[in-house]
């Protein structure tokens, strides 16, 4: 007769080996960065957009809290609550920056070529 069968966790596999941490996580902020800002310059607010434009702010918060800061504190309890921060600020705040400098990149571009 045999014990219970013990299951090995596999963290790496759970995150794709950081392909969800360094790629999928700051293209999503890029793209919350660069739509949010769309939103607040397009200066057309109407209910909808604005709805949207809130769900999409606090699904990048939550991205940022629970698969960025949550995360990295579960797989490394040794680290210190400035690194995790620091990781946050790489992962989530930095591409979001990027995002919105993307638009108005294209936007300086676009009214150069006018």
């Given at each position: 007769?045999s ?11 759970r ?52 698969f ?8 490394h309890?040794d ?7 620091k ?13 919105m400098a993307a ?8 009214r150069?070529?006018?």
């Amino acid at each position: 007769m045999s014990g219970p069968v013990a299951v090995e966790r596999f963290p790496s596999l759970r995150s794709f080996g950081g392909f969800f941490l360094v790629v999928v996580i700051p293209t999503v902020h890029a793209a919350g960065g660069f739509f949010i800002l769309d939103f607040l310059l397009s200066g057309n607010y109407t209910w909808g957009r604005t709805l949207r434009t809130f769900v999409l702010f606090m699904s990048n918060l939550v991205l940022a809290y629970e698969f960025v800061y949550r995360d990295l504190q579960t797989r490394h309890s040794d680290w210190s609550d400035q690194r995790l921060l620091k990781s946050v600020l790489t992962y989530s705040i930095i591409p979001f920056c990027v995002g919105m400098a993307a638009l108005v990149l294209l936007l300086a571009v676009t009214r150069l070529m006018k």
